[in-house]
C-alpha cells in the first residue's frame, strides 16, 4: 500500500480567492489538490476548467493537481487539462465512449489516470484495464455537490477494490471521495483507500492545519 494522501477538494474553498486558499491548505499540509470539473450536463452543477488549473500552477502551485472530471465526453478536455499542468487525470467509465482509449491518452500526455466509480457502478470494468490505471476513485456521495453524507456501502467496496489492486500486484492509489472527516477517516482506511479526499470537512473549518493533523493522527492508529 502506498503512504497515505490527502487530497483537500477546492470545490469547498474560496473561489474568489483561490489561490491563497490553495497556498493556506497546502501549508496546511495538505498532499494533493483535488480539482472536481463539473459541467451541469454529467452532473447537476457547474464549476471549474483547464483556465483555472493552468492558474494555479502559474500563480505557483507546485503540488499534484488531482483532476476529477465529472463531465461527458471526456477526450478533449483531457488534452486541454495535461496542457494546463494536471498531474492526475481521472474520468467515470460511463463519461467516456471508450474507456481505453481515454486512459491512454491521460498517459500518453505524461499524466497519471484514474477512473472514478460512481456509489452504483460496478467495479468490473477494471480488471480489463488494471494496467493502464495509476489510481481507481471510489466514490462514496453521488457526484455534483460538496458537503454531502458518506455512503456506509462504500466501505465494501474499497475492500473489493484494494483486493483486486493488491492481487495485480501494482502501485494504483485507491481513493476515496466525498463525506470524508476525522470521524470516519480510520474505518476508511481500514477498508483499504490510502487517498482521502476531503472538501467541506476542511474548508468549513477555520484552521485547516488542525483538521488536517486529526485526520493524520486517525490515520497513524
Ligand atoms: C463531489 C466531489 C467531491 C466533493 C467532496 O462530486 O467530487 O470532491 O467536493 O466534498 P465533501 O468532502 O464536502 O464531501
Ligand atoms: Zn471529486
Known amino acids: 500500500m502506498q503512504p497515505f494522501v490527502i487530497a483537500p477538494s477546492i470545490l469547498s474553498a474560496d473561489f474568489a480567492r483561490l489561490g491563497e486558499d490553495v497556498d493556506r491548505v497546502l501549508a496546511a499540509g495538505a ?30 502551485v507546485t503540488a499534484p493537481i488531482d ?34 482509449r481515454s486512459l491512454q491518452l491521460i498517459r500518453d ?4 489516470a484514474g477512473l472514478v466509480f460512481n456509489p452504483a457502478s460496478s467495479l468490473e470494468v477494471l480488471k480489463y484495464v488494471l494496467d493502464k490505471v495509476d489510481m481507481v476513485l471510489l466514490m462514496s456521495v453521488n457526484p455534483g455537490f460538496g458537503g454531502q453524507k458518506f455512503i456506509p456501502g462504500t466501505l465494501e467496496k474499497l475492500r473489493e477494490a484494494r483486493a483486486l489492486i493488491d ?39 477555520p484552521d485547516y492545519s488542525q483538521v488536517i493533523a486529526q485526520m493524520r493522527d486517525e490515520l497513524a492508529q
Open 31 to 60: 498532499d494533493f489538490v483535488h480539482f472536481d470539473v463539473m459541467d451541469n450536463h454529467y452532473v447537476p452543477n457547474l464549476t471549474i476548467g483547464p483556465m483555472v488549473c493552468s492558474a494555479l500552477r502559474k500563480y505557483g
Open 67 to 100: 483532476v476529477h472530471l465529472m463531465v461527458s465526453p471526456v477526450d478533449r478536455i483531457i488534452g486541454d487539462f495535461i496542457d494546463a499542468g494536471a498531474s492526475y487525470i481521472t474520468f467515470h467509465p460511463e463519461a467516456s465512449a471508450h474507456v481505453d
Open 109 to 112: 500526455g505524461g499524466c497519471k
Open 167 to 205: 492481487a495485480s500486484g501494482r502501485d494504483i492509489r485507491l481513493e476515496v471521495d466525498g463525506g470524508v472527516n476525522v470521524q470516519n477517516i480510520r474505518a476508511i482506511a481500514e477498508a483499504g483507500a490510502d487517498t482521502f479526499v476531503a472538501g467541506s470537512a476542511i474548508f468549513n473549518t
